[in-house]
């Protein structure tokens, strides 16, 4: 069986069916392009174990003058 290069359209089509879209790609988690080449987005961990309570109504994220990174969310 001779091997075949499948080329994927760059990018998320949400409009349009699998089925009518072929070499598209209709939904999508954690993945990006780069180059037009599909990658997986790795690295995600949780930072909070618990669930929160209330909506989030902002987020600040700032890094020290040491390199250490800090994120703070709260309700307004």
Same mark, same amino acid.
Request: hydrophobic share 40%; glycine share 10%; proline share 4%.
């Given at each position: 069986?001779? /091997?075949?290069? &499948?080329?994927?359209?760059?990018?998320?089509?949400?409009? *349009?069916?699998? $089925?009518?879209?072929?070499?598209?790609? @209709?939904?999508?988690q954690l993945?990006?392009?780069?180059?037009?080449? /599909?990658?997986? &987005?790795?690295?995600?961990?949780?930072?909070?174990?618990? *669930?929160?309570? $209330?909506?989030?109504?902002?987020?600040? @994220?700032w890094?020290?003058?040491?390199g250490?990174?800090?994120?703070?969310?709260?309700? &307004?």
């Amino acid at each position: 069986m001779p /091997l075949v290069a &499948i080329r994927l359209k760059p990018g998320v089509n949400t409009q *349009a069916t699998p $089925a009518l879209l072929e070499w598209g790609i @209709s939904s999508y988690q954690l993945i990006r392009f780069r180059d037009e080449v /599909l990658q997986e &987005i790795g690295g995600w961990a949780k930072s909070v174990q618990t *669930a929160f309570t $209330a909506v989030c109504r902002g987020l600040h @994220s700032w890094t020290q003058l040491d390199g250490y990174s800090i994120s703070a969310s709260g309700r &307004i």
